[in-house]
């Protein structure tokens, strides 16, 4: 019979050691290729259908292969939210020796939680598109917090190019890194009990999913929208398991830790042994599991298992489309992650034209969105910058990165074309 309290505790006993935060500093600035591969590396028709029906997303510019070839875009395109989760394996020098040697093993055994983030997109991504990363950390501070005591707060920037050297995205996460026993201890949530709905409940939640409408092929025209309008609610849940799954089959495979089966498992408790906890029946299972496990998540302070953060920034963008329609593009998405979804929560979406522009002849649209969840608690919130089409100037535009990212990304991109070719002669 395995105690979990005492596995629990072994498993919450690492804390923030001071020279790891100096040691971090140390990464601020370094650009290095990502040699890691996501569990996509090339969209294609099923893939990018796949991911919207992981985030609840049935519109047939993602979902159906033909759809698409009647709209400005030519074909199926993904979701902008998509480009995250595709990556190659890209060719680089590697980080420097003395610099790799003394960020080993940084904050092992310290719990992560994505906070939220800003994005850029410049462009759509069509099936056959094959993404290629770099990028590296951007800050890092130190802060006090109700929930864990000290935490360390780092930002990291991610740039991705197409298989032609286009800059398909840049993006920045900002991740809060705690401990676990420390966030245990203080308890902040422990008085959150798990809802329970009635059929009623279940029925008011259902009239708005039924009133969902998505914009479509019929153009939201920039010169229709009002500062003020607000936008047609959405749901979002309640969460189950069951999305949690669902949202992972879309191709959330969160490298590097990974979610593997049997050999693959194996190998990987064997590289990062920490990140292994085991549960009720002794068999080491992955710490990210507190994301279904509510057994373990509570052993890191929280009442029960919760949601990932990435998966309501997916919802925002989900929301954004719907409403924007297929002739719009999201330019640009900025969210703050502030409060857990739990397990049995639902999150209500809302919306408001906030801002309405044009600039350099793209007519814009800002849009602040939030979620509510059933305790009238907001969770999360969003800026989002929309392209839209124009009666007079035509169709939605998008925008060209900065100039110093299209350089730093051309440089990145010669230099794997240039590896890559190395390897082949070698071959």
Known sequence: MVDLDEEFEKATNYTFDENDIERAKLLLGVDTAKKQMEHITTASFDSIRNFAWGVGDNNPLYCDEHYGETTRWGSQIAPNSMAAIIGAPMLGDPMPAEVKQQTKGLFRGIHVFVSGGSTEWYRPVHPGDRLYAFGGEETIEVKESEFAGQSVIQVSREVKVNQRGEVVYVHRVLRVLTERKAARERGKYAEIEPTRYTDEDIEKIDEIYASEQRRGAEPRYWEDVEIGDQLPPMVKG?????????????????????????????????????????????????????????????????????????????????????????????????????????????????????????????TVVDVTMKMTNQRDVETAFADVTISLPSRTNGQAVLLTPPVDVARKAGSMWERHLELSAAARSVR
């Open 238 to 362: 309640p969460l189950t398991t069951t999305e949690v799954v669902a949202f992972h089959a879309g191709g959330y495979g969160f490298v590097p830790y990974g979610l593997k089966s049997s050999r693959l498992a194996y190998l990987n408790r064997k590289r990062i042994a920490p990140f292994f906890v085991k549960n009720e029946q002794g068999v080491p299972d992955v710490a990210q599991r507190l994301h279904w496990d509510s057994s373990w998540a509570q052993a890191i302070g929280n009442p029960m298992a919760y949601d990932y953060g990435v998966m309501r920034e997916t919802w925002f963008h989900h929301y954004a489309t719907d409403w924007a329609g297929d002739h719009a593009f999201v330019l640009k998405q900025s969210d703050s992650i502030r409060k857990f979804n739990y397990h049995g929560d639902v999150q209500f979406l809302s919306g408001e034209v906030t801002g309405k522009r044009e600039e350099n002849g793209i």
